[in-house]
């Protein structure tokens, strides 16, 4: 067992609490942009407090028994196989999180799922509130396919491990409920090819629609987005959040038009 392997997993163990604090740090001592202006009910911080000591190891158990046990082969480290392996989980990812979290929103499979989206607002702890059976699922999903992709080709386990750092991190700003972009975000490139905290937001306030991770391609491909995402982030993110979960936001009304007025 390598010192390496043992470095990551115990990083694994804690790192999504790390992030967790530090996002909900930034948002109470920073002037931040709230995607929606609704109080949570009494006792959500707790449950997913609760939650998280029971799910958030599951990543790293699994990742250390896959690769402790052989299933999961890893290659000598190079940088071109750690930048290859997390290309090719960052992509699997993308398709199992959004196959699995579309069944899941099935009404037979709906009771993995359910714990998730009792919090209708989300706060960064929310990123990390998921029933046992839901994480195992994912966690398996992205392992297993890796366990089966290295019989054939070279896998890095820091291309794996660095993945589940940007996964941990951008999951709690996802799920932080304010909006950290500037307004229009969706009209630039980076926002055509990844999601703002307030693709995510809508999808447990609406409970529908938006269910790609970090990025929108296969909610696009299969017409699950939400058409006013654009006009959400422009508003929180002109510190005007919305008043009600329910509350739609009508398409080209908010657009901000950023418009540079030259020097004389
Ligand atoms: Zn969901
Ligand atoms: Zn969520």
Known sequence: MSLELQVCTVMLVVIAH???LGVEWFARHRSVKPVFSVPEPPGQRAREIRNSWLTTPIHAALFFTLAVSGALHTAPETASVAVGTFLLTFLWTEVWHYASHVAMHTKALHFIHKEHHRSRVTDPWTSVSFSLLEKLIFSLGILGF???????????????FAYYVLYFFTNALG????????????TRFMGRVFNSPTYHT?????????????????????????????????????????????????????????????AR
């Open 18 to 20: 790390g992030f967790v």
């Open 146 to 160: 890796l366990a089966l992709a290295s019989r054939w080709c070279e896998l890095s386990l820091f291309g794996i």
């Open 175 to 186: 799920h932080a409920n304010f909006e950290f972009r500037k307004p229009g975000y969706y």
């Open 202 to 262: 809508l999808h447990h306030a609406r409970y529908i629609k938006n269910y790609g991770l970090m990025t929108p391609w296969l909610d696009r491909l299969f017409s699950t987005e939400w058409p006013d995402v654009p006009e959400v982030q422009t508003r929180a993110a002109s510190g005007a959040p919305l008043t009600r979960l329910t509350e739609r936001v009508a398409r080209d009304t908010t657009r901000i038009q950023v418009v540079k007025v030259p």
